[in-house]
């Protein structure tokens, strides 16, 4: 475990895993990027990375630049990226080939490369810290594994090692807008649907396993985080209560805004046309980031996202409105009860 | 004049007359839209407002959907809007007709309609009173007139009001970005290129005015604002100074960041091109919105902003880092004379 970790306080799981330190070497493919923009004879090469990862754009650009012919333009996306549903497809548009890092392919394309972000933290001790949070196998043998792109090189070296233990580990690559076998998405909890009533989710933060344990009510989740080095339950009861609180303010609605989100892998056409062509008080709203200051400007009672459901829930108290998911929707509407409440789970690709 | 303007202390010049009060009705030409529509058999109609007259969106909806078929989608723009420069080009490839409210044409498209948005104030009382700022016929007879598209219906009435006056007025179309006589944009004063010291700007805010007198350093800019009820005039001079401030501080770095906006009336490839082409340690960098938040990310010294020079000018001190226009940064690079600081004028469309 690294030194520095161990002054994090217990239970604060801030950090992602998403991001590099600022000392930390990446092997981020430049041979097989140079490569393929020869073969392609590409004259302009685009460039996405997440936030975590922006501030090696410049040295990206910089070594590319060195090897590759002077008439080659490199360009770097300065949109916010969030995402493999959140392709810079402008600046795809304008590029020959486009390099999308630090997420797994949601979808393959011909002109897109993926370069993936791996970490190099060693998650075997703070699982051997977790074991004391999971049932034993004598107890409960059934144990689900999940984790995300980042962990993903030592998901069989981790279900060895569980196995090792005693536990019957059960993982399922989920649907097609996933990767990799046990892989979590922020908005897919799919590959934890398997019979297990106990989850152990490896991997840097809260977000993933929140989400997880709202999905997915009925099982336990116990997080290992090899990023903060801390263990722990996710625990989803916050998200529903003010989900719920959400919905309560939304029944006294006259007007809705219904959002159709412009990213390539968040766009739910006919999720937010049925809401529309249903209410003749709603009305279909397009953007790309969905911000309280853009929404703000129409004055409307309350708003579906149809676009990412971790806006609706982890950024739902910044919006001076009720923001639902297209679920919830229904509940405020009085055409679904309120125990209907569920993750917006979002699935397939584009 | 309108009695509410009456409070408004003197010199506050902070309502644009780019929005609609609450209260009043608007012209939008619904039935030049609808004819459009059912013309060309269209199934989604794209509707685009600046963000004074987003809150109208909805009702023009409303309005639209009441009159076409029941399969004709209406969808809204929920991206930021703050010129002809700045369509929403990915709402535009989804519409098969597209209105834009609230600007002139930039330029003239098959699929995009131009609603304008024309001020009911009356502007000649506050020329009246600006009258008293200005030199008299007798001292200096040639004056040059200026309006914003708002109040371009009376530009003929403002000059004959003034010949009769004893001035002689001179105007200009300005350039192929401006669509009316005597009309100015934000990034654009060519209609000001003409033989008279000073200029008399009908129009509601600083906005234009400011850009104005930074752009003609020589010309004395009187501001009648028939919307805040104000006589004023023009001073760059805070302006010139936080520009020099920021060239100082950008002579420091040694990394740069070369925005190049996306936005459709805005992208200057060639110029954002040219600089990264001549500066091993500068990085092309694509986005829409420029924002403080969008820059940080890439941790760089300083930026070039090759899009909104408004942007670079008016939001200049909430960036973290130097950001400046491209004329800037070859003064800050030792390329120009100190001397050399002028106004980024914005010519030509797309």
Redesign the interface.
Known sequence: MCPESRDVPAGDLTKTGMALTHDREWAYELDRIVETVQERDAVTV?LQFP?GL??R??GV??DL?DRLD?DV????????CYGACDL?T??MR?SDVFVHFGHSPMKESEKILYVPLVSNVDPFPIMQEALEELASPAEDPDLCLVTTAQHHDRFDAMRSWLEARGYVVHTRRGDDRLTHEGQVLGCNYASADVDAEQVLYVGGGKFHPVGLAFEHRDKRVVIADPVNNVVDVADADAFIKQRYGAIHRAMDAD?W?V??C?KIGQGRWETA?EI??DN?DA????????TPD??M????DAYVNTGCPRITTDDGPQFDRPVLTPGEYEIATGREPMDALSFDTFHGTW
Chains 1, 2 share one sequence.
Request: neutral net charge; without cysteine; glycine residues 12%.
């Open positions: 685009g936030e922006k501030r754009g410049p650009a910089a630049r002077d333009a490199v360009l770097i996306s300065g949109q916010p810079d402008e600046l304008r007007t805004g959002i159709y412009t046309r529309v062509d003749k009305y279909l709203i397009t953007m790309d980031e969905i853009r929404l400007n129409f004055g409307l």
